[in-house]
């Protein structure tokens, strides 16, 4: 069973910046995507950038698109998410993911296994 555990998340100012990583164990030998997801207060669960591994794709919200980028160290079984020009907007828990379904790819609904999450709050 695949298991995450986020880290890196922190209090920044906007325009600042961040690296979330997230250790996996678990994988099956050929990942279909993995991704990274978010939580602000009192507001659904909402994907922020998927990695389609074998395509070697990504693909981000536009509300991040142009200021995250999604990475991965196959070998170190580590998926990191670096964010820049962060926004008071951004503030959330994130959450990285290794859907087997992939509808969970991009909809948080189909993700069978969630870790703890990160918190970043960025302050104006």
């Known amino acids: 069973q695949v298991q995450v555990v986020e880290s890196g998340g922190g209090s920044v100012q906007a325009g600042g910046s961040l690296r979330l990583s997230c250790a996996v164990s678990g994988l099956p030998p050929r990942p279909y995507c993995m991704a990274w997801f978010r939580q602000a207060l009192g507001k659904e669960r909402e994907r922020v950038a998927t990695m389609y591994i074998e395509e070697n794709k990504s693909y981000y919200d536009f509300s991040v698109e142009g200021r995250f980028t999604v990475s991965r160290d196959a070998a170190q079984n580590m998926l990191y998410l670096q964010m820049n020009s962060l926004k008071p907007e951004d503030t959330a828990m994130y959450y990285c993911?290794?859907?087997?379904?992939?509808?969970?790819?991009?909809?948080?609904?189909?993700?069978?296994?969630w870790g703890q999450g990160t918190q970043v709050t960025v302050s104006s």
């Open positions: 993911a290794a859907p087997r379904l992939a509808d969970g790819c991009y909809n948080a609904a189909y993700v069978e296994k």
